[in-house]
């Protein structure tokens, strides 16, 4: 098979995207016998029709549609190689790419970036015989961070996508993590019942959880995530309290839902570090025994003998695994004081 050119994967994928090859030039800045050309090239190379056209446009064949796929990923891994090789040579850093989950991101991210700051430049054994030491605020490891939902994120660690994410379940032997996936438990913390003053008082069962029956009536501001883990949570304890929470508002903005109970509008199990400090709202404490949040470390599971064996003969891989290194110690160190 001819050596694929990626600028015929480009036209392939702008075609697929846009409908047509007119749109596929105005997207990639060709003309349009660019375009084709470089699609013929492709199709020989490969030895299948990749395209057909139609009145209503230029789509992909079926095997043209897997090509696109295959050549997102391969586009992908360029763009991402072009970034990784202009960020070592300008910074002598190399990427890594974490995901959180947007609550636990504010808080985690900046200390962490902080903290990688304090780290001296990392660098392959052969630099360090060649190379005078780099300043000290010069880091090993830069931070591509992803704020997404738990599932997404999930996805895109599987995927290859991430290399690490910051994640929550709401019991720690039940994570909803694939077995393909490692996690790590970083921290747990509390959840509290958080209603309009209006409401009034609300009363706990010998076990100090809160009577939920009390809130029947109310509307629920549960995420936008239908997985959420401290919505299961709550529609488990409302189910056992002989009724199904009544959704009337989904958002991941805990500031936001605040504003929503301060004003009368919704009730809401909201974590310990974004609890508000507001006297229209009632805070009431759930008891950790019976629920909280874990926040869990979670990356790809890989073999130690094989990750060894690749490592050796590949310093980008070395290079890479090292810089993931430095992340987890971080991330260690800086979640240290909420356990």
């Known amino acids: 098979m001819e050596t694929l050119d990626t600028r015929g994967l480009s036209a392939l994928r702008a075609i697929a995207e846009s409908g047509s090859v007119a749109a596929a030039a105005t997207t990639l800045g060709w003309s349009q016998p660019t375009v084709n050309h470089h699609l013929r090239n492709l199709e020989r190379a490969l030895g299948s029709t990749l395209i057909e056209k139609s009145p209503r446009g230029s789509q992909p064949t079926v095997v043209g549609g897997l090509v696109v796929s295959r050549a997102v990923e391969i586009l992908g891994l360029c763009d991402r190689l072009g970034a990784e090789v202009a960020l070592w040579r300008e910074d ?29 430049r990392w660098q392959t054994p052969d630099e360090m015989a060649t190379v005078l030491p780099a300043p000290a605020d010069m880091t090993a490891a830069a931070l591509d961070v992803t704020m997404d939902e738990h599932a997404k994120l999930v996805a895109r660690l599987e995927s290859g996508d991430l290399d690490l994410a910051l994640l929550v379940s709401t019991d720690i032997d039940k994570t909803w993590i694939p077995s393909t996936l490692k996690a790590k438990h970083l921290y747990s913390e509390q959840l509290f019942l958080c209603v309009p003053k209006s409401v009034g008082p609300v009363s706990f ?53 605040i504003r929503m109970i301060a004003a009368g509008l919704a009730v809401a199990v909201i974590p310990d570090s974004s609890v508000p400090e507001d006297p229209t709202v009632e805070v009431i404490p759930m008891p950790m025994d019976a629920c909280r949040r874990d926040v869990l470390l979670v990356s790809r599971a890989r073999s130690g003998e094989s990750t060894a064996k690749v490592s050796r003969h590949d310093p980008i891989i070395a290079a890479h695994h090292a810089a993931v290194a430095e992340v987890v110690a971080d991330v260690g160190t800086v979640t240290a004081q909420w356990r």
């Open 205 to 257: 069962d010998a076990h100090g959880m809160p009577d939920l029956t009390a809130l029947v009536s109310q509307t629920w501001a549960f995420s936008i995530d239908p997985g959420d883990a401290i919505d299961e949570v709550v529609r488990s304890f409302c189910v056992a309290a002989g009724f199904e929470p009544r959704v009337g508002m989904r958002m991941d903005d805990y500031a936001a839902i």
């Open 92 to 120: 002598q850093a190399v990427p890594v790419r974490i995901g959180a989950v947007p609550t636990v991101g504010a808080r985690v991210i900046p200390k962490l970036h902080n903290q990688l700051q304090k780290r001296a």
